[in-house]
Each structure stands twice: as structure tokens, then as C-alpha cells.
């Protein structure tokens, strides 16, 4: 662009109008000075990557030991930094991370994670109603659990699904559907409920399964939906021909369910409405897709888009440049490193990185000029607490309107010397509007 002459068209254009240059010059001034605005965001959020110092490769972290190039070039180009996702000393869950990062305080907005669970799983949830995650598990005829995930059952859960959804309890709507392998949700619809109940899933096996309780006298009805439900299920899923079938195979039958983590919708403005930002989401993982749906993003599916190691990176990252085209803001959940995080394989969370990477350096290629794009996650996963941790995650952000510092290695402790750091995950919206001129001025 800097070269006149490739702009200008060649010499004989030049030759016979030879005042037009000139007039251009000004009108080309113009067109950089707009060009030099970003217009978009390309927003990766890598689940769970940031780490601690790990013993076997030498005190590094996954991301400090992997080779990543394209994740090196973001922040060389432009900013880095660290960043507590929610607040110092609070370790997230993907969910309430993840409505940081997209500006909304969790604190404020949330209530618990069945509703975003039966939103991934395409159930919308009207204000009053009550939604639970769910596994499909098996039981003793005592009631204690033989196996929380019923053999990790992956085939016939939409039957047995079918089979205990659309019943009525007091009055109480039952819906009932299947998510990813032995995961479900549970909604309750009806007058009078309230979510704050207790679980029915004792969290690990060789114990009877609990009584729900009202944990307010609000909620009596509801736990006393729940536990009539629970049984129900149990008497019916026991006939179900899949239980049948997996018993004759000799496979854990899938004769309960144990809800958890029971919440309500609480009215949120969408996404749109309140940045001005047209967005879209890409996850494998149900949760995530139900924070997007509840936002207000066209959730896009993509073919091979697993939420497992098995997730096909590319796909993934061919919609999002797709979709940056209909929507200014696209953000796309990897799920793998957290995965790794929690199974603690170092090694395997390194391959991760790099084949992330790989896929990232095509996006680079590819992105178009007016974008930003920001590398970040929704919390650390370290592999030697295999669970999620409160120590910050890294952020690069590059593109037009962004300040470039030193920083040239993405990592948890590179970025820490960045122009980002201090930032939080609420702030991050604030700040992508103010690189892309759309924040107000505050003042005279
Ligand atoms: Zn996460
Ligand atoms: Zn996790």
C-alpha cells in the first residue's frame, strides 16, 4: 500500500491523467486513516491452558515448554498481559468465566449452572423455571451408586431420555433431555418452584444416593418434585429395552439420574443490545454453548467440533474466519487443554498447545486487516492440581489501535511484563470497544 505506484495502477494512467494522482493522494490519506480502526475481533479462548511450574519439564509451564510460534507472533505484534479472569483469588468455573470475559458480572448473574447447561442443549429456559445438570448413573435396588456415569454411556441416552421427560408431578412439568454422553438436564417448569435444593447426586460412588432438601423455605415444593421424580425415573428407566439390552451385554445399566447444580435464568441483557457488537460462538462443550445462547450469539455447530482431545481444531477455526465476516465479534472455546489440565498430562497438554498453534498460524494468514484478534483463557487448569486454580491467565490482543510492548513469548510469565496486565476479564469488552472507537468519552 505504501508504494504509489502499485496503488496508483500503472504508468500509463499516470501518463494521461496526470493531475489524478495528486487528487488521490488525499483521498488515499483518508482511506488509511479509516483502515487504521478495527472493526473486528477474533476472540480464541483456550480453556483452561495457563499452568504452573511443573517438575518433569524443568519448572516450566505446557505453554512456556511448547513450541508455538503463532501464539509468539500475536503478542510480539502486539499486547500482552495477565489477567484475573473474575477477581484475585477466585477460581473460576468456565461458565461464570466465560460471562466475564463477554462483560457480565457472574456475581450479578448467576444462580447455577443448570440453565446454561439446558441452553447448550437447545431448551430454553422461561424466568421461574428451575434446571439441573444431570448424569445418567447406576444404582443398586438400595439406591447407592455402582457408577456415576453408567459405564460412560454413549449410545441410547435420547430413548432413555424420552422415556422420563414430559411427565407431570404436582402439577410440575417434567423436561428431560440428553446432553454429550452420560450428561442430561433437568428442568422443571411450573408455579412456585425455587432453586435453592440440595443435590441428589452424592458426587462419588458406594453411597446412596441423597434426598434433595429445600435450602429456604421457598423451596420445599421444589425438592419434593425432585426426589418424587427421581424415583419415577428409576421405576421407569429400569424397563427402558436400552437398559435391557445393556444388561444382557453385561454393561452398567443406566437406571437413575442425579441432578445437581439447580439454578434459575435471571433476566440478562443480550450481548448486542449492550455492546452494539454482532456476535457469534463456536464450542464443542454443551455449557459453553448455553452461555452463548443465553447471550444472545448465534451459536454456530461446526461438523467435528467435539469438545474433546478429539476436536477438530481446524474446523473450528475455518468457521470463526467464516462467520468474522457476518458478525463483528466471533469467539471460538477450545476445550482440549483443560481436559489435559484435568486428566494432569503434562504431555499431552504440550501437544495440545502445538497443534493449536498450528491452526492458529493459518488464522494468522488468513485474518483480514480489520480485526483484532486476542488469545486468552477462561481460567488456568494446572495439570499438578488437575482442577481449576485462581492464578491469572495470559492475554495477548493484536491489531489495529493496539499498543505493541516488548513482550514476545505467550506465557504466564512473559505476559506479565505486558501493557495489559492489571486488566480483568470484565474489563476486556471495555477495552476492545475503546481500541475500536465505539467507547464514549466520559467528560467534556
Ligand atoms: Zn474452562
Ligand atoms: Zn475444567
Known sequence: MNDPVAFFGNDDDRTIYDIRPVVILYWQCDSIVVMMKAEKLLMLILDGMPDRPVPEIGMKTPLQAARKPGFDRIVTEGAGGIMDVIGTGIVPGSDTAHLALFGYDPFRCYSGRGPFEAAGVGIECAPGDVAFRCNFATVDDKMKVIDRRAGRIK???????????????????????????????????????????????????????????????????TADVVNKFVQEAYRTLMKNPVNLERASKGLPVANMVLPRGAGTLRE????????????????????????????????????????????????????????????????????????????????????????????????????????????LSDHSTPVSLRNHSADPVCIAIRGKGVRIDGVNSFDEVSCSQGVLRGMRGKDLIGYILGIMGRAEKFGA
Open 268 to 375: 440478562l441483557q443480550g450481548f448486542r443490545e449492550r455492546f452494539g457488537l454482532k456476535p457469534a460462538g463456536i464450542a464443542g462443550v454443551s455449557l459453553i454453548k448455553g452461555v452463548f445462547r443465553i447471550l444472545g450469539f448465534d451459536t454456530i455447530d461446526v461438523k467435528g467440533a467435539t469438545g474433546g482431545l478429539d476436536t477438530d481444531i481446524d474446523a473450528k477455526m475455518h468457521a470463526a474466519l467464516k462467520n468474522l465476516t457476518t458478525h463483528d465479534l466471533v469467539a471460538v472455546n477450545i476445550k482440549a487443554p483443560d481436559i489435559a489440565g484435568h486428566d494432569g498430562n503434562c504431555a499431552q497438554k504440550i501437544e495440545i498447545i502445538e497443534r493449536i498453534d498450528a491452526s492458529l498460524q493459518t488464522v494468522l494468514k488468513e485474518l483480514p486487516e480489520e480485526a483484532l484478534i486476542a488469545v
Open 155 to 221: 449410545e441410547g441416552t435420547s430413548e432413555l431420555a424420552k422415556s422420563i421427560s414430559g411427565m407431570k408431578i404436582d402439577g410440575i412439568e417434567v423436561i428431560f433431555r440428553e446432553a454429550t454422553e452420560h450428561r442430561a438436564v433437568l428442568v422443571l417448569r411450573g408455579k412456585g418452584l425455587d432453586p435453592r435444593v440440595s443435590d441428589v447426586d452424592p458426587h462419588e460412588e458406594n453411597s446412596r444416593i441423597l434426598t434433595s432438601k429445600p435450602l429456604s423455605p421457598e423451596a420445599v415444593v
